[in-house]
Nanobody, 127 residues
């Protein structure tokens, strides 16, 4: 059974930092591209960042580029999202997603391309 479990969310002041983690189980993690999405109240879920299986390719939404960094540790079956210079508009539930198994070194930014999803972790940024 595949499980993706996010952690690391919380309440932080604007300008602060958080690091989200997503621990995967039940799948060959190194064959899966991973992504982070978020959904703010009253809005549709949107792409935040993604990473290829090896970690060699990464992508970011324009709204987080230069502030967020995605990484992964295949030995720990975990993907991370380091979020710096947080803004109130970053407030959302953040979801981890996995796509695979695949053998190409690319990342994916479309929601429908992902096979598995976590339940999300709340990030709240106060002004």
């Amino acid at each position: 059974q595949v499980q993706l479990v996010e952690s690391g969310g919380g309440l932080v002041q604007a300008g602060g930092s958080l690091r989200l983690s997503c621990a995967a189980s039940g799948l060959p993690f190194s064959l899966y591209a991973m992504g982070w999405f978020r959904q703010a109240p009253g809005k549709e879920r949107e792409f935040v960042s993604a990473i290829s299986q090896s970690g060699g390719n990464t992508g970011y939404a324009d709204s987080v580029k230069g502030r967020f960094t995605i990484s992964r540790d295949n030995s720990e079956k975990t993907v991370y999202l380091q979020m710096n210079s947080l803004k109130p508009e970053d407030t959302a539930v953040y979801y981890c997603a996995a796509k695979g198994p695949i053998w190409g070194g690319i990342y994916y930014y479309r929601e429908y391309e992902y096979n598995y999803w976590g339940r999300g972790t709340q990030v709240t940024v106060s002004s």
